[in-house]
């Protein structure tokens, strides 16, 4: 009996696990925020880098013309003169000609990660000392700069970041793909935080102080790394300075239409993930709910490993939120699972047109330059992106162009 009894427990007990995740993540999901959402009227400049014209490109950017907030400037970066982002910025000049809306025309490149080169450039036209930093593909509500940049009067905040849901842009695929945000990475995030841990920034949106960004050595301190916006954050926390974990939620578009174009985009995340946390990520296997249960249930069939999968099944069916995300998601975690599985393995992300090799002693703060290698076919499946290159200097034209409100 004490054989049988052993034989049993492991299964039990990942099913346990596995079902107590998705009752953590679907609670932590769905309670209201405990924190004030304090409103703050600094001045504050807004960096978004640019590169191409993507699906949704001016209705993200148009929701930044439309905060409520009483000073703030628009700070638009792109490397080519022919880059189909600047007819969006000029449209937007015309639909919102109170903005304070400036343009940077920069080619030169100043390390491996090209966002980065491209803050770089544009930074100098920042005229204000509060500085939102936010991805290209972020829509945000009208109260949101006064809200993000509320906790940086604290002169012990280093870093705000945001969390953000996925906008599905398209069909099953970019459903797929906001399902990996939204049931996945959020929740993550959302358990992570509750347990204590600070170890994150997110590309949706980092506001933080000038003179923080400067006591780190600016953007040329991560202008080599891949992932800049956990970096952001990471440093600054070594000067002894918290990151705050904003109560705001923002959007960003999922605009992968295939498989290809989608594994390649969540294999970089989880690369990323594993080459900055890889203890933490190495045990990240019980998050997948429908493999472990499954897995669980098959090592110990059980009542109670029956009853406990029941829990868990329904926990995830209310963290997927809807029926139809519901019935994705065997299919979303299931490759989840064999997608942390590959990351194990290798250390090669595709990031853009860029083929990039991931150290994974990144955590260690020694990271080297990353490896751009070019591709066979730059840009294939991109779409509309504008293609980058990875030499450095370009001689060429460099632009600004501002306008300010009358």
């Keep these: 009996m004490a054989a049988g009894l052993a034989a049993i427990l492991p299964g039990a007990a990942l099913v346990c ?11 932590l999901s769905r309670r209201k925020p405990t924190h004030g959402s304090a409103m703050a009227a600094t001045p504050v400049s807004v960096l978004k880098p640019l590169c191409g014209a993507e699906p949704r490109l001016y209705a993200n950017l148009a929701t930044f013309c439309r905060q409520r907030h009483p000073c703030f400037q628009l700070v638009f970066g792109v490397r080519a003169a022919d880059d189909p982002a600047i007819a969006v910025v000029e449209r937007l000049r015309r639909d919102f000609p109170a903005c304070d809306i400036a343009l940077v025309i920069d080619p030169r490149v100043h390390g491996s990660n090209l966002k980065v080169s491209n803050l770089i450039n544009l930074f100098p036209v920042a005229r204000h000392d509060a500085l939102v930093i936010a991805d290209s593909d972020v829509a945000v509500a009208p109260d949101y700069l006064a809200r993000v940049t509320a906790p940086l009067a604290d002169a012990g905040v280093g870093v705000v970041t945001c969390l953000y ?18 049931d996945w990475f959020v929740p993550a995030v959302r358990i992570a935080h509750a347990g204590g841990s600070r170890r994150f920034a997110f590309g949706a949106t980092i ?23 956990f970096w952001l954050g990471e440093l600054t926390r070594r000067l002894g300075l918290r990151t705050v974990l904003s109560d705001v939620m923002v959007t960003t578009d999922v605009t992968e239409d295939g498989f290809t174009l989608l594994w390649r985009h969540e294999l970089r995340w989880m690369r990323t993930i594993a080459s900055l946390n890889p203890t933490g990520y ?61 990351a194990l393995a ?3 992300v595709w990031w853009r047109e860029q083929v990039l090799s991931v150290d994974h002693g990144q955590h260690s703060g020694q990271a080297p330059a990353l490896s751009p290698a070019p591709l066979t076919q730059a840009g294939e499946g991109q779409g509309v992106r504008a293609s980058v290159s ?17």
């Excluded at 696990?17 to 609670?27: E, P």
């Excluded at 459903?175 to 939204?182: H, M």
């Excluded at 990875?390 to 632009?399: A, D, E, R, V, Y």
């Design 17 to 27: 696990v596995a079902a107590g995740y998705a009752l953590a993540a679907a609670w």
């Design 165 to 182: 849901r996925g906008h599905a842009v398209g069909g099953f695929w970019p459903r797929l793909g906001a399902q990996f945000i939204d």
């Design 207 to 229: 506001a933080l102080r000038r003179d923080a960004l400067a006591a780190i050595g600016s953007f040329e301190a991560v202008r080599d790394r891949l992932a800049d916006d």
């Design 282 to 342: 190495a045990f990240s296997f019980v998050t997948f709910t429908w493999p472990m249960l499954a897995l669980g249930m098959w090592l110990a069939p059980l009542p109670l490993a029956i009853a406990t999968a029941a829990v868990g099944l329904m926990a995830r069916s209310v963290l997927a939120g809807s029926v139809a995300a519901a019935l994705r998601a065997p299919v979303r975690d299931g490759l989840l699972l064999a997608c942390w599985a590959l």
């Design 346 to 348: 290798g250390k090669r």
């Design 390 to 406: 990875t030499k450095s200097p370009l001689p060429s034209f460099t632009g600004i162009h501002t306008k300010r409100p009358l």
